[in-house]
């Protein structure tokens, strides 16, 4: 098989966990539709790519991660100023059922959690990553992952134990459903 087709299977196999990636550090999803088609524009137009499939993982997710950065700094905005207003709300507008409501009730949670917080998490939880690969990414030890990793899921939990909005759904048997 051709380098560049390998290369090309290799970005789509990561298309679904990229795309979360992305959905995770927008706070609407034109924002994280647009991040989503920049970064796989910049990981195929690229003349040097990783061989190795972890290497090639955290490749592509640093790419998004800088591009996210980069917008940013270029719109003069800090991730900490995010707000609930900020959130996108069509949504629940389109589909009102409990299932909605509760991704949106996570959602808010998770954007209210701290910008390092939300790193480790989109990454370790939503994007996949091992531990070793998310400490790989963010430039920070695997301890501080771990711990990290640890506070933010108490916060999310303690948040979303405080919001009266979350409707119990019943577990559907061998799917999890996430929120973010």
């Known amino acids: 098989m051709p380098k560049q087709r ?14 979360g990636y992305a959905c995770a550090l927008c706070p609407n999803l034109p924002n994280a539709e647009d991040l989503y088609q920049d970064t796989m ?6 003349r040097s790519v990783p061989v190795d499939q972890t290497a090639l993982r955290v490749w592509v997710f640093r790419i ?17 100023l995010t707000t609930d207003d900020d959130i996108d709300l069509q949504i629940v507008l389109d589909r009102p059922d409990d299932l909605t409501i509760n991704r949106l009730a996570v ?24 531990y070793a690969e998310a400490s790989q990414l963010l430039e920070v030890p695997q ?13 999310l939990a303690l ?12 577990r559907a048997q061998g ?3 996430t929120g973010v």
Do not use: C, Y
């Open 41 to 46: 524009l910049r990981a195929m137009s690229a």
């Open 107 to 130: 959602r808010q949670a998770f954007m209210k959690l701290a910008k390092p917080h939300r790193d480790v998490l989109a990454l370790v939880d939503i994007a996949g990553f091992s």
């Open 64 to 80: 998004m991660r800088n591009l996210w950065i980069d917008g940013l700094r270029a719109a003069g905005r800090l991730p900490e």
């Open 6 to 19: 390998r290369h090309h299977d290799a970005l789509l196999a990561l298309r679904r966990r990229l795309f």
């Open 143 to 155: 301890g501080t992952i771990m711990s990290r990793i640890s506070r933010a899921r108490a916060t």
């Open 175 to 177: 799917r999890r459903i």
């Open 159 to 170: 948040s979303l134990q405080e919001d009266d909005t979350l409707i119990a759904l019943p």
